[in-house]
């Protein structure tokens, strides 16, 4: 086979339309996933637990605080506020997630940023998402289980139910008893 020059610069100009065809629609893509509404799961998330905008309906309704979790690679989840009554019950509803997730901020407040559903009975779901599975022995301690985070008030780069956020840090973490 005889390429030519003219037949090796065609090949090379359409690969370069076609990346960035590509790069242009992981942008859109990216960008829509991460706007408020993308996904009705979130939506309804946000409508069921907006009460724990103020971290102190967290504690009326019987969250602890464990300590602000980092990822290895970057990102984190927050302060998780647990609900050990709700770890517990096995039980999935979208209005008592077994953990509400906060970002620590500069001047020590904390921003709500996400919830997390735990379960130890699966293969689980809520809305038709999958859990994510939790094999043991884990850093938590627990047993095998199942969980799902919901970022409904803090968009991530890396997918609404992703474990970890690379938008969020640790950073301010105080001590877990604000």
Known sequence: MNITPDFCNRLLMAAAALTACTTFAQAHQDAAASMSGASPLADKVRAANSRFLDVKAATAEGYAPIPCASGITGGAMGIHYVNGQYLKDDKIDIARPEAVMYEPMADGTLKLVAVE??????????????FNFNSAPNRYGLGEFYELH????????TGTFADMNPKVSCEHAASPTQ
């Open 150 to 157: 919901v970022w409904a008030w803090k968009g991530n780069p």
């Open 117 to 130: 559903y735990i379960t130890s009975k699966g293969p689980a779901s809520l809305d038709g998402q999958l």
